[in-house]
């Protein structure tokens, strides 16, 4: 199956600050890469669907101007959590869908803890 | 939207037992249904997935059943190993460019030795 490369896999930032999380498609080219959000024993909440070219489209209940969502090429699309605060600190994911169309591949995640 | 519902959302079991998971779905126009499991900290990882115009697949110890008409698809592992705990994510998508799945709410699946 194709390769969703997410980094980094942990990070731990100070309240107030941005973190920029990274998602890949290694050996696909993704147009449309997703980002989730996923609590303790709980689903994968959709945040946002990051189209290549153009502004992500956010889920109800999503702050654009906090999550914001940058996918800059085929390959690549960055989750920046700005002015973070501790209730950010969560398991973030991304997945993109392959070429069929159909099929999403995700990424390893990253947990973020802000301190 | 679609709407997807998940049973049960936990599940124990002995090894070598059967394990069912059930999932429903709202939009008669999705047309395929994948199933993840996901380790603890780990990424959900695409186990089996069915598209509509199949009844049932199945992969050495792991099956997927689709009835259409009753708009529920189920997850059958039999011969269960402790190596299977984990949740497990059913999902349902339809056609189309902006293809966005819509994901269960997990199954904890807890295999006794």
């Known amino acids: 199956g194709a390769v969703v490369s997410q980094h980094p896999s942990w990070v731990i930032c100070k309240s107030g600050t941005s973190v920029k999380i990274e998602c890949r498609s290694l050996?696909?080219?993704?147009?449309?890469m997703f980002w989730y959000r996923q609590f303790p024993k709980q689903s994968l909440m959709l945040m946002a669907t990051s189209n290549e070219g153009s502004k992500a489209t956010y889920e109800q209940g999503v702050e654009k101007d906090k999550f914001l969502i940058n996918h800059a090429s085929l390959t690549l699309s960055t989750l920046t959590v700005t002015s973070a605060h501790p209730e950010d600190s969560s398991f973030y994911i991304c997945?993109?869908?392959?070429?069929?169309?159909?099929?999403?591949?995700f990424g390893e995640g990253s947990w973020l803890t802000v301190v | 939207g679609e709407n997807v519902e998940q049973h049960p959302s936990t599940l124990s079991v002995q090894e070598g037992d059967s394990a069912v998971i059930k999932c429903t779905y709202s939009d008669s126009a999705s047309n395929y249904f994948p199933w993840y499991k996901q380790e603890l900290g780990k990424r959900p990882q695409l186990i089996i997935d069915i598209r509509s115009n199949v009844g049932e697949k199945k992969d050495q110890r792991i099956a997927v059943t689709l009835n259409k008409t009753a708009k529920h698809f189920s997850l059958h592992i039999t011969e269960t190993q402790p190596e299977d705990s984990a949740v497990y994510f059913c999902a349902a998508s339809r056609p189309g460019g902006s293809y966005i799945p819509t994901f269960g709410r997990g199954t904890s699946l807890i295999v006794h030795p």
């Open positions: 050996d696909f080219q993704a147009t449309t």
């Open positions: 997945s993109a869908a392959g070429v069929s169309g159909n099929t999403i591949y």
